[in-house]
């Protein structure tokens, strides 16, 4: 545990600013996959949180939550991109905007 | 032969039941004897359990059962029979056979023969039952019971909507009467704690005194349902209407017992009565106001069972007139002399409406005299007795009734003087029905004439209206139920003036009518004489008056209120609510990034709020 | 046990009524007949161990033995709610009401339901379930959930069978009876935790409530929670909307049991919880109570008169005649109580059968538009007839059940007062006019000649026989009934006069 460490803040630092952008990209952007892919920033930005909480505390629990949002990024990403191409299919388009059929 | 006294009213509901549920599929035959048999029977009873009474004096109390009991309130189904009941039942058993046995013939031709007599014997079981009862109570189940009765007879032809409008307002302006009745006999309860008569009238001489507020209060709250029944001031509006019925009908129901069930109530509880001075004398005037508003209507009537119902009301007014001075015998012997009379004459009026190819205009008859001669001396000897010409039944009744009238200090010549225009009045009235009826040319011809079954009853009642009052008073058995009058007899001369009055008016109806020696177009054709025969043809505009005080407002009330206003208030709770959510609902966009927006600032807001932020 | 198995007959019976339709669909209605008398066969039976001297002992309402049967078992015990059953005179009364009405209805259903005809039946016997547990329940929440057991079959009965309105009238219906209900669940709710509070005990028994008394402004509130979930059911006047819409647009069957049965369990809820529960605050509110039923019977007799439709009319001249019941209620003396209970039983049956007329002429005419009928006498005279002997049973014929009832509710109130009295018996006016507008314009007037319209049959006539014979005999010597309800009524007045002012309640002895 010698040698260079980095401190925790920075860290979380680093992924508040990545979930941030995430989140910023998923309220923005209008083109489905972008909002997947900030989908998967806003993931990996907890998951990095999750391991230098796990790193500060020298618990594995970080890494095990890690693999775990590692899965559901996986499954999730598969449904989305399911989603993803009936929408194409549907309205020819990838704008979630015009995917509005729930409106009141 | 006392235990029979049951058996007098089962006889005719037996009778109405079996008809009842046979609808219709009985032969006619068997209807007829069934019908009338049954009101045979019951008269037949009634005769031996009179016999029977005569002999032990004493009255008899039958109790068949508790009909309900709660605590003090304890009505029982009972019998009472004392000298009125039997009076009344002789009336109502013997009248009503003749009735029944007249209409056999009369409603042959209808096809809903064996309803008729099921509604006809239904009537008279009620009716005994109203005159048996041993209580207020049972009594009142009698009084709705003969006027449902009424309201089925006097709409027996449905199909005309005419009759079921007459019906109706029969019905419910009798309820009227019946709902003021109703209360009384609340308060009477309420009071003295009972509603049997005769422990009811002890409790109530022994609790109140002579004048107290109680005792008027519930005498005119009883007088409400017997103004009501007996068609008097002000709710006597229905009696010329429900002649839409079968005629034999108004024979019965009103004319000879029905109408007559407020002079029975009131003799009834005559000990209540003679507490409240101030509700008998409300009892007179009624009945003298009453009996001169529908002399003077049935002056100018044309329709011939109108004539007749009007005579009624104002017959009516002078028992009323009699029970309101305390002359108790009178009203009833009166009652008992015009249930002959006047059935006799309404049995006739249908004779002559039944062989006239039911005309009702008499001004469209006329010169019968020999071309139905049976019917004309039955009208004839009715009329007379109607007027109370000397030595008819109607004479000794009504002439009693003045007496007595005049006899009462302070009032008393005022009544008498009012009785006497009345009977003037009644005499014209009468006669000029007579002469424009059977004298005169002759306009139609009759198609037929009555058969043994019609003429049979005619001549039995004729024969009754004319010697009825010499045998009825003394074979009358009323000393023992009401207070003895008192044995003054005024001067001759005003006995005179009262035997004169009708003969009066039978002559000022011969000069005008039949010899025409007496012109009084003139005096009808001026503009003040059309006025008064107009008022006095529309019954003193008291149906004008009802309709715009009574009738018009509810119909327009209901119809105001159908579409149930109060729905307005929930409707617009609803309102808002709808608005609410068609508010709500623009927030639901559809869009992703929306939702996702909202969600962040959501989760701000709430992270701001937990942390102490804002 | 008697009383479990009498609610789970009818819930079995229910279920095997909605799986037989799969063999013939003609099959549940047959099995629902059977049912309800088996299950009225089966109350009888164990009725007839009874003797008049168990009848007439006094139900002491702490003391569970001095009743008829009794029935409890632990359900929920960590907060005091258990299953618990019990019947005493008035439940009796009901119960048989209930089964017999429910016969009644399933005849009414005979012809006319043509769709699901199993799942109609077996809804139709769920919401006899639920009534007979309302009216033998005494435990609060099991009340609550038998309240809400009966609610909604009615609901599905309404909403899948009923008329051109269904859907509004059902979920008027059901919006109704839900939100007073949840003021009745909070009430019940408030009622066990300041009982909690005050004795450390949870209890929704009764017997542990009834002599607990609340006091304070808190239980006025607590009272009028019961009293708004009991006269929307009644129905009173204002919250009466939803009866007229349920009525015309219910299914024949339906209506018979709304207006014979659901209906009365209002009453049953005043007589049986508002009143003892709370009896000072009843004791205060009684003028308002009163001048609602007044305004009831008035205003349904007026908008009796203004409806075209035949079960409109009869629907509302069920408001005017359950207001004569919050009347007897409220005047709380024997008489008038009397008068209420059997006004709960006579007009079952007058109501139920004049719904099951204007069923009949639906289903041969196909409307319900009395300007549309007239003359229907010669076309149909049976029917004709009993329509005019239930005409008249509803304005108040002496001789048969509703003037007895009627009767009595006045006199009772007479001695308490006089003048509202006085204004509820022009009820008896009023109900005589629209009785015969209603035969004057749907059976009398000018016939129509080309109409061939098939009479009543043996069926119809059997189950208005069952009404007539009903009416008459509670008319003409309804002291069984009366001698049944008594003891009940005297333990409920005795129970109230021992917490109530004796000052107060003076006034109300006769």
Redesign the interface.
Known sequence: MDGVSIPLDHVLLLASLLFICG?LG?????NVIF?LISLEVMLNASAVAFVAAGARWGQADGQVIFMLILAVAAAEVAVGLGLVIQIQRRFKSLD??D?????? | MLKLLPLIPLFPLISSVLL?VT??KMPKRLVAILGAGSVGLSAVTTLLVGLAFMESGQPHHQVL?????????SPD?AFYLDGLTLVMMSVITGVGFLIHLFSTEFMEEDASYSRYFAYLNMFVFAMLVLVMADNL?LL??G???VG?CS??LV?FW????DN??A??KA??VT??G??AM??G???L??ELGTLDIQPMAAAANSQWQVGDTLPVLACLLLLGGAVGKSAQLPLHTWLPDAMAGPTPVSALIHAATMVTAGVYLIARTHELFLLAPPAMLAVALVGLITSLMAASTALVQHDIKRILAYSTISQIGYMFLALGVGAWTAGIFHLVTHAFFKALLFLAAGAVIHCLHHEHNIFKMGGLRTRLPVVFWSFLIGSAALAALPLTSGFFSKDMILLQAYELPTFGPWLWAGGLLGALLTAIYSFRLVFVVFFGKTQMEPDKQPGSRMAVPLSLLCVLSLVGGFFALPLVPLESVFPVASDHHPSHLIEGISIAIPLIGLAIAYFIYLSGQLNIDGLVNSAPGQMLKKFWFSGWAMDWLYDRLWVRP??G???I??G?W??V??NSIVKVCQQLFVG??????????WY??SM?FGVIVVLALLLGVI | MVLVNLILILLVGGVIAWLAERQHPLLPRWIALITILFDLGYFLTYMSDLSWSQIAVVPNPTDAATWLFHYKAEWIPRFGISFELAMDGLSLLMVLLTLVLGAVSVSASWTDIKQRTGFFEANLLWTLAGVLGVFLALDLFLFFLFWEVMLVPMYLMIAIWGHEGRSYASMKFFIFTQVSGLMMLLAILALVMLNHSNTGVYSFSYFDLLYHQVGGDIAFYLMLGFFVAFLVKLPG??V??WL?DAHTQAPTAGSVILAGILLKTGAYGLIRFVVPLFPNEALAFSPVAMALGVAGII?GA??A???DDFKRLVAYSSVSHMGFVLLGVFAWN??AL?GAVMQMIAHGFSTAALFMIAGSLQERMHTRDMSKMG?L??NM??LG?VA?FFA?ASLG???LGN??AE??V??GL??VA?WV??AA??G??VA??YS??MM?RA?????DEGRRLPDYGVREMLTMAVMIVGLIWLG????PV?DTA?PVLDSLMQMVDSVTEPTQIAGLM?
Do not use: C
């Not at chain 2, 709500?584 to 990034?593: A, K, V």
């Open positions: 989140l998923l309220m923005m952007r209008r909002i979630m905007d995917a509005d059929r729930l409106r009141g | 009842m609808v219709g059962w508790t009909w309900m009991q709660v605590g003090a309130f189904i109570l009142y189940l009084w709705e019971g449902v309201y089925l709409g449905y199909q005309n909507p079921g409008l019906a109706r019905f419910v309820r009227v019946d709902t109703a209360l006999l609340f308060l309860f309420t509810y119909k009330l209901a119809y209120l159908r149930e109060v729905d208030i929930y709500l609902s623009h927030t639901q966009t559809g869009r992703l990034r996702a927006t962040v | 006047f204002p009466h909307t007229p205003y007026v908008l008169l203004g409806q024997a008489l009397q003359g006498w010669q005279p049976r007839a005019m008249l014929l002496p001789g003037f007895v009767f009595m006045l006199v007479f001695a006089p009295a006085a018996s022009l008896l006016i005589a006019i015969l507008m004057q059976f009398q007037g000018e016939p003409l010597y309804p002291q009366l008594q006769p």
